[in-house]
């Protein structure tokens, strides 16, 4: 082929050097750039290593976290004396590489000629123009004054049906990121690129509007679009200083510059809208925070312009990088939300007043002090706020204990992940993820139990989706509903309701019985074989076949890939701890992972998936009531001497009570007053008409939140706290990985960050607390507890993280147990099991199985994301999920109103008949303050950490004579029709008619018309 090369070979993916086995060092080779000789590193990418080397080339398709996509051909360079992109050429020893040849800058250069043809440039009126611009950037780089091929608009309209972005295909350049990023990183595959079409753009499902198509507003298509195709609706008309113009005015100012263009040169013109942006600089702050959803812990820059958010912009999270779902990405409305409270409020007989800080604090201080007078420190409770920062809940604890002196404190991991941590104290001894997500990409089999993750954690689901789709990784998947994941996964397995124990003990069984055990890594490293293999004789197969309601022949392929597969990651959410056997399944899932070897390495291992941004943090940090920080035993008496020394107070000696208890306890008139703070405790707690009876019946009752919420219907004092955009602090996310999140705004009117408040009320009970800065509340960890000996903000700078346990000298544990499990002989443990039935079974009358979890546009019971209009127009009420064969047999249609009874309550809603469930299991989301599932849950527990059994409950279902419209709405993303493909699918592009490489014909770009600037 004439002076260039199309290759759609691809280099490595990660970019990571080779490592030299015997030293661990990366090992390097010489490539010669531009005549000079340079330290090349093996199976590197061209551009990424010309990029090292501070050798400027145009770029505009690249983005080192997509790869190499090959779609813009303007990273042509002479490699060898053959013209080649850089991206998708690897460095070989002794390559002669030359950027900036005649033909490398005349291939470059008609490659971006092509690409202003397709893209007008009206930079200093353009909501892109704040310098990261890579149009802007490249026109500037390649000194381009004039453009040979003229813009032509490609007659598609804008498309601004989806409430939080828009595409304008007149702007796009047709780089294809956006395919690149919606196929293979989000793998939502929902964009495409018809390169046959003669004049292509990007479509949805294959040519529906955004808003009807099957996008879900992950925003990765946006966040990695290089010019203004693609762009945050809070961006347009808010970025620049002349983009709020009218559009007969904008379209004025265009013609202007594009009148003058011609004389003057792109030179000139980019000068004026470099000026513009650099105003900009003045007035846009963009602030690393981390996001207030899920427990993937995504951490990205924040936009923001006053108080107005621009855009949230993912690059180098380390939990992330360039990913996001709708709710961090776009659920930020809540924050500056005209119903936020900003003043703390004082009950009045029936109604509430607003009072000052000085009063309301007084007046806590007061009841507290008195109610602690009247019937002791065990009369009080403190609930702390898996929302909240570290900080604010290590503060909270401290409270309780040192200031008030009980350890009746505990926060909602107890609603959903102390069976996994029980499950993993018991087997392998740390109560965490046992590595990172990057090692659940690198399992070679991904199994998925009583999860929605592509849902409940989009983003992590997205790295499984990915290694799936393009590394073959293989995925089993345990689910009473077929969702995202399960569709996707090689083996769906439909066990009955709260079975799970028993499929997973009979196929760990059929493992050690059929010689497929790992049985070097048991003798090493594992004790208790005999007695729990013991354990296992009831689960044979026949028995898991019968309890589980699936066939043996599914069971024993399931033992078998597990067995074979080089590595393999368990991932488990509520749908397996929500149980009354929830610490016991976890159990079983771990002790599957020991007999067949799968830990200490990556892509092995547990992977408890936590549920809320900071619920790992709130245990981590002591808001439980049998530990103070770093699951330090609060009856161990070195412990406390060592806290009673650091804080100068004696500590309470025995185990306090947890959620559970303290609604029994308030019931039984033992528990006269709790102080609660960002935890919605009546709609998330299981049997809430039990609950709110409990709240009721309190003496005093204190509720620190963003919003009135329906919990503070019960409260005496209400405080209003800031969110997280309005404080600092840090969040611990479900890999163990601690972040900063920075400041964004003031806190709004009144409300105050969660730990000046606690620490205020502390001082008006007598302590003594000075923090002027979270910072110095992380010290006093660090220096109590040794599981966070090394952590320290600036260790923490930026978008640096560390994963717990960090030892002194600031090493953490990426990947734990690689050295041994965490217990006094290093050995892990394998904990014998048994099997007990689920409560609340179905009857006669109550007959029907209720499943309830997430759904991927609201967070939990949906306080904060209601408040965005946009996923309220998506999503705007809850529903309950009933199965194709049911409607038919009830006469049931999406969008019949029924009446779900349980045992404990009853709800009224509307159906969606969907496939997604089966038979007489019935499914409702969370999210509805309206119609809460948890009227309708019992009061049941696992035995072992009191957690509710959310996921036993039977109902009776009445259909009622009313019907409205469907609850979800046409432009919910589950209506869509995806197109999946790989990746852009350049080559279709290369084998148009009228595609040529670039600098393979003689034109009329030549070296002296074109001066590079940057290198
Ligand atoms: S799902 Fe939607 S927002 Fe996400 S990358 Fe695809 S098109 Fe973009
Ligand atoms: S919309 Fe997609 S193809 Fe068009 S410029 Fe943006 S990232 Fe590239
Ligand atoms: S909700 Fe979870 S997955 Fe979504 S952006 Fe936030 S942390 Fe990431
Ligand atoms: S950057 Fe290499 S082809 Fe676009």
């Known amino acids: 082929m004439p002076g260039g090369e199309n290759s759609s070979e691809r280099p490595a993916q990660d970019g990571h050097p080779k490592l030299d086995g015997s030293k661990g060092k990366a090992m390097t080779m010489q490539v010669k750039v531009d005549g000079t000789a340079r330290e090349a590193k093996p199976e590197e990418r061209l551009v990424d290593f010309l990029n090292r080397a501070g050798t400027t080339i145009p770029q505009v398709c690249y983005h080192p976290q997509l790869g190499p996509i090959q779609t813009c051909d303007t990273c042509m360079v002479e490699a060898d004396g053959k013209l080649v992109r850089a991206c998708a050429t690897v460095v070989g020893a ?23 043809g397709n893209h007008m440039l009206y930079c200093t009126v353009c909501d892109n123009n704040n310098g990261n611009c890579t149009v802007h950037n490249t026109t500037r780089l390649l000194a381009v004054e004039h453009q040979t091929i003229p813009f ?36 939502n595959e929902t964009l495409s690129i018809r390169w046959e079409d003669p004049h292509p753009r990007v479509l949805w499902d294959g040519g529906a509007t955004i808003g009807e198509s099957s996008c879900v507003s992950c925003g990765h298509c946006i966040t990695v679009c290089p010019c203004n195709a693609l762009m945050e609706k809070s961006m347009i008309g808010h970025a620049g200083f002349f983009t709020r113009l009218t559009q007969p005015a904008l379209n004025g100012m265009i013609d202007l510059v594009k009148g003058i263009e011609p004389d003057t040169g792109y030179g000139s013109i980019l000068k004026v809208s470099e000026a513009e942006a650099a105003m900009r600089e003045s007035r846009i702050r963009r602030t690393k925070t ?119 404190m505990d926060n909602c991991s107890r609603y959903c992940q102390s ?211 770093g699951y330090q035993p609060v009856d161990d008496p070195g412990v406390r001497a060592r806290f009673e020394a650091g804080w100068k107070v004696q500590l309470p000696v025995t185990k306090g009570l947890d959620n559970h208890e303290m609604i029994e306890a308030i019931h039984q008139g033992k528990l006269k007053a709790i102080y609660l703070f960002g935890e919605e405790i009546s709609l998330v707690d299981s049997n809430s008409n039990f609950v709110d009876e409990g709240l009721a019946k309190l003496e005093f009752f204190v509720v620190q939140d963003v919003f009135f919420s329906d919990t503070c219907r019960f409260a005496d004092v209400v405080l209003p706290a800031s969110p997280s955009l309005e ?112 409560t609340d079974p179905p009857n006669g009358e109550f007959d029907l199985h209720l499943n309830n979890g997430r759904l ?43 009446q779900l009874v349980s045992r404990y309550g009853q709800v009224r809603v509307r159906a969606v008949v969907t496939d997604r469930v089966q038979g007489k299991e019935l499914y409702m989301p969370m999210n509805s303050s309206d119609s809460p599932v948890n009227r309708l849950t019992s009061s049941h527990t696992d035995q072992i950490t009191h957690t509710p059994a959310y996921k036993e409950t039977s109902v009776l279902l009445r259909v009622l004579p009313e019907s409205g419209p469907n609850p979800l709405p046409r432009a919910n993303h589950r209506f869509g029709h995806p197109t999946p493909q790989h990746g852009v699918e350049v080559e279709r592009k290369w084998k148009r008619t009228d595609y040529r490489i670039p600098g393979s014909q003689p034109t009329q770009f030549h070296a002296a018309k074109t001066k590079p600037n940057g290198s």
Request: proline share 5%.
């Open 419 to 629: 069976p996994a941590t029980v499950g993993l104290w018991r087997t392998v001894g740390y109560g965490g993820d046992s590595g990172s997500i990057k090692d659940i990409e690198n399992a070679s089999l991904v199994v998925i139990i009583g999860s929605n993750t592509a849902e409940s954690h989009p983003v992590l689901a997205t790295r499984v989706k990915r290694a799936h789709k393009l590394r073959g990784q293989k995925l089993i998947v345990s689910d009473l509903r077929e969702n995202e994941m399960a569709k996707r996964a090689d083996l769906f397995l439909h066990p009955k309701p709260g079975t799970d124990l028993v499929w997973l003990s009979a196929i760990t069984r059929y493992i050690l019985d059929n010689g497929l055990a790992k049985t070097r890594f048991l003798d090493e490293w594992v004790n208790g074989l005999e007695e729990y293999r013991k354990s296992l004789e009831p689960f044979t197969m026949e028995f898991a076949a019968e309890i589980c309601g699936l066939r043996i022949e599914t069971l024993k392929k399931v033992a078998d890939m597990i067995a074979a597969a080089e590595g393999v990651c368990m991932l488990w959410a509520m749908g397996v701890t929500q149980h009354s056997m929830g610490s016991d399944t976890s159990t079983a899932i771990s002790n599957l992972l020991l007999v067949t070897g799968n830990y200490m390495r990556t892509g092995t291992g547990a992977y408890p998936l936590r549920g809320h941004n900071n619920v790992q943090g709130a245990s981590d940090h002591g808001a439980m009531p049998n530990f103070l920080p």
């Open 727 to 838: 404080k600092e602090g840090t969040f611990t996310n479900t890999e163990r990985r601690i972040q900063r999140l920075y400041q964004v705004f003031e806190p709004l009117g009144g409300s105050r960050p969660d730990w000046q408040i606690i620490q205020d009320l502390a001082n008006r009970l007598g302590a003594k607390w000075h923090y002027q800065h979270p910072s110095e509340v992380y010290q006093e960890i660090a220096a109590l507890t040794p599981l966070f000996a090394g952590v320290s903000y600036e260790r923490l700078d930026g978008f640096k993280s560390l994963q717990w346990p960090v030892a002194a000298d600031g090493t953490d544990e990426p990947l734990l147990y690689t050295k041994g499990f965490h217990f006094p002989d290093g050995k892990a443990r394998l904990f014998p099991l048994s099997y007990s039935q689920p």
């Open 94 to 116: 002794g390559m002669e590489v030359s950027t900036r040849s005649g033909r490398a800058l005349s291939a470059q250069r008609e490659a971006f000629d092509r690409i202003l």
């Open 856 to 898: 991927l546009e609201h967070f939990h019971e949906g306080n904060l994301t209601y408040r965005s209009a946009g996923i309220r127009e998506k999503t705007p009420d809850t529903f309950v999920e009933v199965s194709p064969e049911l409607a038919a047999e009830r006469g049931i249609q999406s969008g019949t109103w029924v």
């Open 290 to 408: 981390v996001c207030t959803y899920c427990g993937v812990g995504c951490s990205f820059n924040i936009w923001t312009k006053d108080r107005h958010i621009l855009k949230v912009e993912p690059s180098e999270g380390p939990a992330n990088g360039i990913s996001t779902c709708v709710k961090g990405k776009f659920a930020w409305d809540f924050v500056n939300s005209a119903d936020r409270l900003t003043q703390p409020l004082i009950r009045d007989g029936s109604r509430f007043r607003k009072a000052s800080w000085e009063e309301a604090l007084d007046l806590v201080a007061r009841r507290i002090a008195e109610i602690k007078a009247q019937s002791g420190p065990d009369s009080l409770a403190f609930i702390s706020s898996s929302k909240c920062t570290n900080e604010e809940s290590y503060l909270m604890q401290k409270l309780a204990r040192a200031v008030i002196g009980t350890n009746n």
């Open 152 to 187: 032509k608009p490609k007659t598609y309209k804008v498309d601004s049906t989806n409430p939080f972005y828009r595409y304008d295909p007149d702007q796009c350049i047709l780089c294809g990121r956006c395919v690149e990023a919606c196929q293979n990183v989000q793998v």
